[in-house]
């Protein structure tokens, strides 16, 4: 049953989750680097850091900063399993990716794919909360998820914390593809789903091993774009 009352203001809320005065907010587009999505005060193309190098995906679309109410609602589901601030969080990257890309776009996406969590986290976590947002995705733009192809075998540390250095170093060979599932990813266009991107350092190193095996396009959608704050970047 879906609430009567907006989850995040507790106005009415039309049998939506949330009212249309914090629809308007949440979805208000963003000054942001058109290449890897990171958050601008001025507006300019690119950031500082994808003039000098560049990631490896095509683009990153995200549908916000990190910041409140978005961070609380990614807490709530990663560590509560509060399958209502899922299911808000699918709904609003959705909006925000057909409000961003034609659907001449959309259609041309081969697969979703979700960041893979290390069997004994995802045991832990009892789920894993990008494969939950690519299934509300999915379900939206019907476009498949790939799922049993990338492992993530290497339990790596907590990024949080780590500087841009450490981070890629904690993730090396951190993913592999399962070997009878090569061949599914041979000129394909994917888009990796993932909740926050801070560095960019996992997604690139799983798009490292997808263009390896052939990949085309790699494009990443996900809910939050951070930035580490400039002191801790070395
Ligand atoms: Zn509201
Ligand atoms: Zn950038």
């Given at each position: 049953?879906?609430?009567?009352?907006?989850?995040?203001?507790?106005?009415?809320?039309?049998?939506?989750?949330?009212?249309?005065?914090?629809?308007?907010?949440?979805?208000?587009?963003?000054?942001?680097c058109?290449?890897c999505g990171?958050s601008?005060?001025?507006?300019q193309?690119?950031?500082?850091?994808?003039i000098?190098?560049s990631h490896?995906?095509?683009q990153?679309?995200a549908?916000?900063d990190y910041?409140?109410?978005?961070?609380?609602?990614?807490?709530?589901?990663?560590y509560k399993?509060?399958?209502l601030?899922?299911?808000?969080?699918?709904q609003l990257?959705?909006?925000?990716?057909?409000r961003h890309?034609?659907?001449?776009?959309i259609?041309?996406?081969d697969?979703l794919?979700?960041v893979?969590?290390?069997h004994?986290k995802?045991r832990q976590?009892?789920?894993?909360?990008?494969?939950?947002?690519?299934?509300l995705i999915s379900?939206?733009?019907?476009i498949p998820?790939?799922?049993?192809?990338?492992?993530?075998?290497?339990?790596t540390?907590?990024?949080?914390?780590?500087s841009?250095?450490?981070?890629?170093?904690n993730?090396?060979?951190?993913?592999s593809?399962t070997?009878?599932?090569?061949?599914?990813?041979?000129?394909?266009?994917?888009?990796i789903i993932?909740?926050v991107?801070?560095?960019g350092?996992?997604v690139?190193?799983?798009?490292?091993?997808?263009?390896?095996?052939?990949v085309?396009q790699i494009?990443?959608?996900?809910?939050?774009?951070?930035?580490?704050?400039?002191?801790?970047?070395r």
């Amino acid at each position: 049953m879906l609430p009567a009352q907006c989850l995040l203001c507790h106005l009415p809320s039309n049998d939506k989750l949330i009212c249309e005065h914090c629809q308007k907010v949440l979805l208000k587009p963003r000054s942001c680097c058109q290449h890897c999505g990171l958050s601008l005060l001025i507006s300019q193309p690119f950031c500082g850091d994808c003039i000098k190098q560049s990631h490896l995906f095509t683009q990153l679309h995200a549908l916000a900063d990190y910041q409140v109410p978005f961070s609380i609602l990614i807490k709530q589901l990663k560590y509560k399993k509060n399958l209502l601030a899922g299911e808000l969080l699918g709904q609003l990257i959705t909006q925000s990716i057909t409000r961003h890309f034609t659907n001449t776009e959309i259609q041309q996406i081969d697969y979703l794919l979700p960041v893979p969590l290390h069997h004994k986290k995802q045991r832990q976590r009892g789920f894993n909360q990008t494969q939950l947002l690519s299934h509300l995705i999915s379900k939206q733009l019907t476009i498949p998820i790939l799922l049993e192809t990338v492992k993530r075998h290497k339990q790596t540390t907590a990024q949080e914390g780590l500087s841009l250095q450490k981070r890629k170093k904690n993730l090396n060979n951190a993913f592999s593809i399962t070997p009878d599932r090569v061949n599914t990813l041979k000129g394909t266009y994917i888009v990796i789903i993932d909740d926050v991107v801070t560095t960019g350092a996992t997604v690139n190193s799983l798009c490292q091993l997808l263009l390896q095996a052939g990949v085309k396009q790699i494009d990443v959608w996900c809910i939050c774009r951070t930035a580490l704050p400039a002191q801790k970047n070395r």
